[in-house]
């Protein structure tokens, strides 16, 4: 069985879902939500919020795989950026707590992916990645 959370970045509202898997069958959903910053704070402070807020979810349902939308590159260049800055922090966030999951003994793996909202996709790169 795995924890799979899905992660929309972004600078503003951070999307997120949480299923459980295993090899066969559907996955069950667990829960997902959205962080939403404070609109006028600069950028550094809503990056801080996004962190903080994923890492509370991420403690709370501990999952196995993190799978983090991937950045595309849009005609507005700032834009681009400050969404990769988000997915810098987020990557981070996961880094991280791949290192304390490993501590506890703990297998966890960090998946980079083009993620659509789509239970289809997210069936696909289960089957993938859960051993057999």
Known sequence: ????????????????????????????????????????????????????GLEEQVRHFQPDILAVEEAFVGRNIQSTMRLGEARGVILLLAALEVVLAANQERKSILVICYLNAVLQNLRLLLRWSLPR
């Not at 972004?10 to 949480?18: H, I, N, S």
């Not at 962080?35 to 919020?49: C, F, H, V, Y």
């Open 1 to 52: 069985m795995a924890i799979v959370m899905g992660i929309d970045p972004g600078t503003r509202l951070v999307g997120y879902g949480v299923v459980e898997a295993e090899s066969r069958g559907d996955p069950r959903y667990v829960g997902g939500g959205t962080i939403r910053t404070t609109a006028k704070g600069s950028m550094a402070q809503r990056l801080n919020e996004v962190f903080i």
